[in-house]
């Protein structure tokens, strides 16, 4: 009677075991659309929260005092590089050039026609000095640019483009 008894506990035991297990598992797999959601969501967010710095040179006619002000709040991004289109003689000819802020390495190739990045490196020796003082690249505060962020394969803001208006 005692092995009975005993048998009985364990099988007992081991079922009330097995739907403990099944309940969770069971549970899981309900909550793992809703874990995904959330995370989308929340991945959706953060990348909302790194693109809201741009906010003020997405499709923007922006001065080229502004531009200045671009220059100088992205010096600390690697990578990212701005692209100018502005006029450089009486006839209508346009001067087109890139600048890196961080100062290192060279931006990539842009096709200033489509807005959109090319394959290979463009030099990028334009600085600070460059655009402030009169010279080849002066960008005159009051001239007046439209400003149109520029994204990579990865779907990420790498440039901005302006263009003179």
Do not use: H
Request: neutral net charge; aromatic residues 14%.
């Amino acid at each position: 009677m005692e092995n009975i008894a005993s048998f009985l506990k364990t099988t007992v035991s081991i079922l009330i075991t097995l739907a403990i297990i099944s309940s969770g598992l069971f549970l899981w797999g309900k909550t793992q659309p809703v874990v995904e959601l959330a995370n989308s969501q929340a991945a959706a967010q953060a990348r909302e929260l790194s693109e809201q710095q741009y906010s003020a040179f997405d499709n923007q006619l922006v001065s080229g005092s502004q531009i200045l002000t671009a220059y100088r709040r992205y010096e600390s991004q690697q990578g990212f590089c701005l692209y100018i289109k502005r006029p450089y003689t009486i006839a209508e000819q346009y001067r087109e050039f890139s600048m890196k802020p961080s100062g290192k390495g060279n931006c990539r190739a842009f096709d200033y026609s489509s807005g959109k990045f090319k394959d290979g490196d463009a030099s990028s020796y334009i600085n600070e000095d460059d655009i402030t003082y009169a010279g080849d690249y002066y960008i005159s505060p009051q001239s007046r640019y439209r400003a149109k962020l520029v994204k990579d394969n990865n779907d990420r803001i790498a440039a901005i483009y302006f263009k003179a208006e």
